[in-house]
């Protein structure tokens, strides 16, 4: 038991409390906040590391690659409660990732967020935020999971709602936290049904945890009243959470919106790591996922799986279709993610966590670095994030375009890339998948749509001439960011940004030119070093399993995306903000179609929250009618009472006037009495009750 | 230790056992407990006796006067003097008094102080009642005193008597606090409520040096946090806010006269002993020697050394320190003391969790100099120590 | 007549003194103090009960008292403060005359 | 029925008597810390020493002083209070009588109520801390919860309204 195991927990506590220390900090603590903030995150990048190396060590010396390390936490009744943490490859690879990428885009943010007066909050958050995503990496019992999760969550909220003077990111955090919580009940439920079913909620406990052989068979053994066996219920519970958090295809909506927040948070949570816990969870519960009843083998796949694979397959090419229609940078970017994450559940589903994973540390690095290099063009100029209205920054701001450029050829696929050995990981294992042809096809045209609008963004940003003009700059003073920028450097004329900006970008684009070749056909040493399988180079592979005419279409489908994005934007430059787009000239219908989104979000709003409006008005009503007029008559009794006084007195002798008004008062009275508002009046009922009650029970009991 | 130091060490104890064969069987647990009260009411009366010329001869030198040198040598005999005068006093009460209270007031105080003696170990095998929860009815007695106070201040119906009450009952509240939170260590460090215990777990030494709690990091701490409190809790300059002669004429003891003024006299000085007593039982080892070779002689002696040396240093803060102001008094126990006795408990739970030695020094002494440092800026940052101004005199 | 009846018996009597109390009485105050001695009823069952009861060296009926003179110190701090703010608000601590529900 | 618990019943019956029907506020809040400490004697009598010192510090040191500064702060002790109990004394007497009949009543022919005669069971605070510790963990956070909350309640509504413009006022 290696020291770097019993002390996991660093790795999380350090975000932690840097966070905790920032969030005591006075307004004007920046440099104490943001050095705090990404100290503690490099030093947690450090000691990744070394966990890193702890288990290739364990791994060259052939041992266990797998680690943890259970406390119990505190005894409620009987039993004890045991959180705990686990070290295996694929939290090394994940921690590795996360604190890495998170300590890039600390850096960046501390150029991007200069200008913003609440740069200590922005740096506690993101810490914090950090820390979390760091505990789910980390932990072995699906509770502790399931709290850092939660703390995910509300972190993404914080963020979101960072400026939350502007109403739509308010709505916007409303919503993602909303739609995840969603995601989140039927995970909890799973949990839930998880414990009462194995009495645990560790992952590993030396064959006693809930994801170990011993487990696994007594949950098949179980079926549930529909004849479904227990553990794909479970499964298919706990991947609902997977759903919300990785906005998976029901449950996407909250995402494009979450492009409120700040660019680094798009970054750092829509991209690179909050949204991939839903992958990670679902790899790391992959045991569960995967179990089946019937033969062991390649040919069977659970129920879960197939789930994950059709979810994944149509996130994948719903993401892709609406990115080809949307005008604002980040929200372009935005669908893309979706349709990654749904690559990422497709791979998980088709070809097991390596293949999945492996999409899911490239798309990390590329497209962090996309998001980045977005934040720097909107740094730049000044708050516009319309792209039809920005256009020549290819000049102006060479470093970014550079960067950028390799960032979108790797999320296109283009070959040597890394986006092209991990995606193609994936198309391969849909093409051989036993159970339908169609997730293969869907990736297919998702690539290529991929490839398509990256490229017509690219043309829209970096080509032609700029389209900014004065009075956009002066419309985007809408945006706080645009204030702080304008503020800093006078007009909103284009600039490079800063190396504090530049520096991870390029860091960044390396690792998005490189990561792919750990894990190509010839020598896949990411999918070994998962799955723990030895390890050897050959370049035969690429001739076996078919592998090379799928990698052939792939580049193919690529090269035809790019081809039909130059025809359609490059061929001739756009000359103007408010000319229609190319494609929407072909279909505008189909064009606004995908614009809105499939109009899910109206959908939603014609369904779901409709149905919730009505509900509050049927209560609304209840109140209003049933319980208020239950009032209402009291009083109009006693009403009564005062107008048939009223008629007595003016049509007979005020004798009868007299005893009215003694009747109104009465009752009047006897209604007040129940409510005289006399402390002890309640206590003389409560010991009435008390009296009533112990007779009634000694009755009984002579009985 | 040879025989017959032994036999010096426990000679009260054989005495008592001694005496104790000469009654009935019937008799033995009433008269043995009997056996064990008397002394201790007989002897910190004495000691209250030589508190008092003790003071005020003190309080004279640090003065540049003489004390009371008149009755006996060097007016040793003043006490005598004193109680003769305060007896033969006509006992004034008021008449809107409330007759019942203003007389149990006094009563009700001087019991309380006298049962807080009974679970103080005043030598080896010296104890009234080895109480399970020893430290728990020290407290739980002291809290009757606020009573009696409230009672005093009360019934009296006098403004300045009300005033002083309310003042007192304030600050012994406020400074109950730390007095509980700074026992609280030595409760973790000994495991126990039980005094004799908390004394045995110090007994032992290392070379000639005695593992009193007081050479601890957190025992330093806690010990001066304890005597602040206790002087705050007797009343004592310069907390003595309640009883301040040149505000509040007497504070909660104006209207008594003669004997009851007398008892509270004593009950006060009872208090005060008391609360060093449990200050030496906490942290300076009860009863054990200072010394490894200096075990022979006997441990009441060790425990009364003690305690006279308590006393002399609450003389001498007395005669050095002024008067706090009733906010001063205020912040200065719920801003620092309260703080930091909260973060030396947390220092004492580090150390019991740390491995011996020198990282252990290191780490708690640290915390906690750096936790005191922090919280007196805290409390020197706003202004409560300002020069007066004194806007409409010139 | 055994021990036990005898301490239920006077738990009974406080109980019923406290309920007195807080009826009859009408300053707060004495009828929040009453509500204390109820509580201290209770108490006096739960200890009598585990004094005599079958499992003594679980030390349920003590760990219950604790817990509920805790929550009778919240409860009495909190109630008191209650009263001293309705007294700031309309001057007086008489139950007779606190009958008003809007302020 | 030993002397001891007859000694000790009469105490606080007496003193809590006198704390219920006393006309004085004060006097009522002096007898009620007599009818407690005798309380806290019964559970020491029983073998609870550490509840019956609790009791002690707790109710005389604390909740006695508390009331009886609400009683200043009130302005409820002065003899200015005419009849002390209120509109309906009658009913409540009447209703507390009953109480105590049917309470004694089920003591009495209460047959669960036969004692299971042990030896005295001790409770050390060692074992109440280890209980505490373990077996009534959850029950002690909410406790720690419940007080955190009840203070800074206290707190709040123990505020005046116009302390803060005082403060600018005088300082």
Known sequence: MNWIVENLWLIPALPLFAAGISALTKQKGRKLAASLAIGSMGISFLLALCAFAHVLALRSSGQATQQFFNFPWFQFGNDWLSLGWVLNPLTAVMLVMVTFVGLLIFIFSVGYMEHDENFTRFFCFLALFASAMLGVIISNSLLLLFMCWEIVGLTSYLLIGFWYFKPSAAAAAKKAFITTRIGDLPFFLGIVWLYSQTGTLLFYNNGAGALEPAAITHLLSQTTATGMCVATGIALLIFCGAIGKSGQFPLHVWLPDAMEGPTPVSALIHAATMVAAGVFLVARVYPLMSAHNGVAGVLTTSTALQAVTWIGAITALFGSLVAVAQFDIKRILAYSTVSQLGYMMMGLGVGGVAVGMFHLITHAFFKALLFLGAGSIIHGCSGEQDIRKMGGIRKLMPITFATYAIAMLALCGFPLFSGFWSKDEILHAAHHWNISQLPYYMGAFAALLTAFYMTRQVFYVFAGRSRLTQETTDASHTDPHAHAADHHHGSGAIHESPAVMTVPLALLSVFALLLGFFGTPAWPWFQSFLDDSPLAVNFGAFGEGGILPVMLISSLIVFLGLGLGWYFYGRRPIVSAEAPDAVGKLSPSIFTVLGHAFYFDALYAATFIRLNTLLSKISDWLDRWVWNGAVKTITSLVFGFAHLDNFLDTHVVNSGFDEGCEGVSLSGQVLSRLQAGRVQGYLKIVAGALIVFTILLLWKARA | MTGHLVTLDQIFVVIKHWLLGFVPGALQPISSAILSVVPVVIAFPLLFAITTVLERKGLGRMQNRYGPNRAGWFGILQPMADGIKSLTKEDIVPKTADQLVHFLAPVVMVIASFLVYAVVPIGRNMVIADLNAGVLFFFAIGSMVELSVFMAGWSSHSKYSLLGAMRAIAQMISYEMPLVLASVVVIMAAGSLSTVTIVNMQAGYTGIWPHWYLFTPWGIIGFVIFMIAATAESNRCPFDMPEGESEIIAGYFIEYSGFKFALFFLAEYLGMFATSAMAITFFLGGWSAPFSFLTWIPSYFWFFAKLLTIICAFIWVRGTLPRLRMDQLMNFAWKFMLPLSLINIVGAGIWHFMPAGFTRWGVVSLLLALSCVLLSRGLRRNKWFHVRTYRFAS | MSQLSGYLLLSAFLFSIGLAGALTRRNAILVLIGIELMLNAANLNFIAFWRYGPHPEALTGVMFAIFSISVAAAEAAVGLSIILAVYRHSRTTDLDKLNSMKG | ?171
């Not at chain 4, 500064?69 to 209070?81: K, N």
Request: aromatic share 6%; hydrophobic share 60%.
């Open chain 4, 1 to 171: 029925m030993t002397i001891s618990f007859l000694l000790l019943a009469a105490i606080t019956i007496i003193g809590t008597a006198a704390a219920m029907t006393l006309k004085n506020l004060v006097h009522c809040v002096l007898a009620l810390s007599l009818g407690l400490v005798g309380l806290a004697a019964l559970y020491m009598q029983l073998g609870a020493q550490f509840v019956g010192f609790t009791q002690i510090l707790v109710y005389v040191g604390a909740v006695a002083i508390l009331a009886a500064f609400a009683i200043m702060m009130t302005r409820s002790a002065d003899p200015a209070v005419s009849h002390v109990v209120s509109s309906f004394r009658a009913s409540g007497a009447l209703i507390a009588i009953l109480v105590f009949a049917v309470l004694a009543w089920a003591t009495i022919s209460g047959t669960s109520a036969q004692p299971i005669l042990t030896a005295a069971p001790e409770s050390s605070v060692g074992q109440v801390g280890a209980a505490l510790m373990h077996r009534f963990v959850l029950p002690l956070e909410v406790i720690g919860l419940l007080l955190t909350a009840a203070l800074i309640g206290a707190g709040i509504l123990a505020m005046d309204e116009h302390r803060g413009n005082q403060n600018r006022g005088t300082r």
